[in-house]
């Protein structure tokens, strides 16, 4: 059945859209129909990229047929040229055809270019918007600038929507977005958003400052533009729907942080706890760039990640004892006054999980590395009571940092000569694609092994201890513990460590990083017994995972047992 295109116009009501687009692509309409399908029960709101099929104008018949299928459905046609940066080759003429034949079809909205109403005449223009709702668009590929010049031109054309896509060069473009988002969502119905990593910002928080909806891709790999992120994503992780005026922002800043897992378990933390907040993360090139977008977005808190740890702390207004010990800073708070405060959750994040399996006062504990890790470890560690000793590549550090904090620098010839209680690496060493072990099997004379890197789940050197019988602590659970603090200091709530556990865990696991059962064994030829190095008993005894911690669900031990329980949501 025809159905008026007034109908369908009224119908686009800007409270009624979703807040998340996902657009579709495919090679031919009966492709875009099959991903379609498979959408639109969780996406009742979708854009069809007609500019990435051979011939648009014949594959139109058979999306009707989608259209007619599900009323339930708001539909955009997008055909970009590609002088726009779409893949459609022919001209504004022929792009306004197409849009036209596809509002008769049942497309609820049309996206049309700011350059090709240039090019049209006015009254082709209003045509199409007396058949269908028009999104008038501009997209910059490569900065954010001249927002306003911009608006000025578009507003000259009339339309439904306006859309303004800009590329984000850095984290205050998202900033420059959102006030111009602000300016005009009043009196216009408004678009907006930033691409480009470093876009995450307007793509989330666009929203509340006026855009009608932003885009999402439907899966990892089917963007359709730079630094698109799923819209499973915005709506599971960010919790794109319920962002408001109230939110709080958070983020962790550092340079780079693609990589982190943090967003993924702090907004886990925060819809467990139905926390009003949202967690980004936010690729700060600068310090400057950073601090910038603090006071404007405004951000309530960071997790500081390298290589601001040490910069921040000028920034700062005041700080706990640790961080002035240690001298870096990984958890900010911003007052409401403005003014910045900062905490050191690294500390926690190594000592707890040691405390939960032994008694730190004269345990022995070795550390390899004498970085940004190593040096809060050794500090906690010292403060605990523990007979902390040092081995690194480059020795002056090690001597430094020993010399700093009362510790034993050790030579890497006498690691091996050595028994302890606890070795913990705080090298790079065995992280993401590298392979390598920090020490040698032979050196492994230990109770415990805490093997900071948590990317892989499991590194060589876990490996290795586990042939000899040695207790590993994963780098997750520091992870976890680090992010348990932080989040208690932000929402004075306390942290739900198994679901933090959980979703870290989970999310290794799809990165193909996740626990070892999935991995072939270790061809490994194992030791004759008197070639094996039998652990040493313990020098303290194991009594404090007795106490009242131990009872609490295993935070890693972990994040495997973890994973395996269901988790109350
Ligand atoms: P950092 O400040 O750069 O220090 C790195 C340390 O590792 C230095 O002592 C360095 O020795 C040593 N090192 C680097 N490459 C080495 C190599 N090829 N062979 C031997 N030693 C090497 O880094 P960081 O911030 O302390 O972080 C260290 C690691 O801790 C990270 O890579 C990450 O895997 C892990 N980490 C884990 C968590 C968590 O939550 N689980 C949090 C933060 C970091 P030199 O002095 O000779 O350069």
């Known amino acids: 059945m025809q159905v008026s295109s007034t109908v369908f116009a009224s119908r686009i009501q800007r409270f009624r859209l979703p807040r998340v687009c996902v657009a579709v692509v495919g090679e031919d309409a009966t492709n875009i129909i099959d991903r379609a399908e498979s959408l639109v029960r969780d996406n ?36 970009r040229r590609a002088v726009n940066g779409g893949k459609f080759k022919g001209g504004a003429a022929a792009q306004l055809d197409i849009l036209t034949t596809a509002a008769a079809t049942g497309f609820q909205l049309v996206d049309i270019e700011l350059q090709s109403a240039e090019i049209l005449k ?30 000025v031109e578009m507003k000259r054309y009339p339309a439904d929507f306006y859309k303004v896509v800009s590329t984000a060069t850095t984290l205050y473009d998202n900033v420059q977005m959102m ?16 691409m480009g990593e470093q876009g995450i910002i307007s793509r989330v928080l666009g929203v509340r400052a006026g855009s009608v909806f932003t885009f999402g891709a439907a899966t990892r790999g089917e963007e359709t533009a730079p630094g698109q992120v799923t819209a499973g994503e915005l709506r599971d992780t960010y919790r794109i729907e319920m962002v408001d005026a109230a939110t709080q922002v958070y983020g962790v800043a550092g340079d780079p942080v693609s990589h982190s897992m943090s967003p993924i ?26 601090m910038a977008c603090v006071p404007d977005i405004p951000i309530r808190g960071l997790s ?5 740890k040490q910069d921040i702390v000028a920034a700062l207004s005041n700080s706990d ?14 007052s409401q006054d403005g003014k910045l405060y900062g905490f050191n959750t690294d500390v926690a994040g190594v000592v707890v999980p040691l405390e939960q399996r032994i ?26 009571g523990a007979e902390v000793f040092i081995v690194n590549r480059t020795p002056e550090k090690g001597q430094a940092l020993a010399k700093l904090t009362k510790a034993k620098y050790l030579k890497r010839a006498d690691v091996a000569k050595m028994s302890f209680d606890v070795i913990i690496n705080a090298t790079p060493m065995g992280m993401g694609a590298n392979r390598q072990s920090p020490l040698e099997e032979k050196e492994l004379n230990t109770k415990f092994l805490f093997d900071l890197v948590y990317v892989p789940a499991e590194t060589k050197l876990m490996k290795m201890a586990r042939a000899r019988n040695i207790q590993v602590i994963p780098g997750l659970e520091m992870f976890v513990q680090q992010g348990a603090r932080q989040f208690e200091i932000w929402s004075g709530k306390p942290a739900p460590i198994a679901e933090m556990s959980f979703v870290v865990t989970k999310a290794l696991e799809r990165l193909g990083v996740g626990p070892v059962e999935e991995e072939p064994p270790a061809p490994k030829p194992q030791p004759r017994a008197e070639e094996k190095p039998a652990p040493k008993p313990p020098a303290k005894p194991v009594v404090k995972a007795a106490g009242k911690k131990a009872a609490k669900p295993a935070p890693g031990k972990s994040a495997k047992k973890v994973a395996k329980k269901p988790v109350k949501r």
Do not use: W
């Open 304 to 308: 500081i990640t390298m290589p601001y």
């Open 179 to 194: 006030k111009f988002l602000q300016a005009h969502s009043a009196q216009h119905e408004m678009v907006g958003l930033c």
């Open 321 to 334: 004892a640790l961080t002035k010990q240690v001298g870096a800073c990984n958890t900010m708070v911003r």
């Open 44 to 79: 009742p709101f979708m854009e069809f990229r007609l500019d990435y099929l051979s011939n648009p104008a014949a594959g139109l018949p058979k999306l009707k047929h989608f259209l007619d299928l599900h009323p339930e459905a708001t539909v955009i046609a997008t055909c």
């Open 359 to 384: 008694t730190l006062q004269g345990a022995k504990i070795l550390v390899v590395g004498a970085g940004g890790v190593a040096r809060a470890a050794v500090f906690g560690l010292k403060n605990k």
């Open 265 to 290: 378990m702090m907004n886990a933390a925060f819809r467990r706890e139905t926390v009003n907040a949202v967690f980004l993360a936010l690729h700060a090139k600068s310090m400057k760039d950073l």
């Open 122 to 151: 006015p009254a082709e223009l209003a045509e199409l918007k007396d058949r269908v709702g028009v999104i008038l668009s501009f997209h910059d590929f490569k900065a954010t600038k001249k927002l306003e010049d911009t608006f």
